[in-house]
């Protein structure tokens, strides 16, 4: 699996952020954007995991930055990339399953988590 996250050892990680643009969304043309966060210890990582999420996740790039370099985002906490479940807080490799409300950006691991965060927050 490609999906580096933090706790590999070897390399010193720096928090990223990236924020991509999802166009199939259902709210209008310039569909909706989201920020993730993720480890990586230099930039050519990073861009790598960026792009590969993107390609992956059919999604347009906007930006991506060192998170201590974001400014107002730098006190903010965001999903991570690829992988860990909103609900149960698990990391997986599966293709996440999104939330099917359409302003909410949660990811789950199942179906299962998706139902017990639909019926908790929505
Ligand atoms: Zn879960
Ligand atoms: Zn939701």
Known sequence: MKNKIAGDGDLPQEKWLVAYRKSSSKKGPEGSVFVRQFFAPGYYEAYDTV???AEK???????FREKRRCGQYMNRDFPGLGGRCTWCNRK???????????DCESEFCSRE???EHSSHRH
């Not at 996740?57 to 906007?62: C, G, I, K, P």
Request: include cysteine; hydrophobic fraction near 40%.
């Open 51 to 53: 792009l590969s999420y």
């Open 57 to 63: 996740m059919n999604l347009e790039v906007l930006w």
């Open 92 to 102: 997986f490799d599966t293709e996440p399953i999104p939330c099917g409300q359409d």
């Open 113 to 115: 988590c998706m139902k």
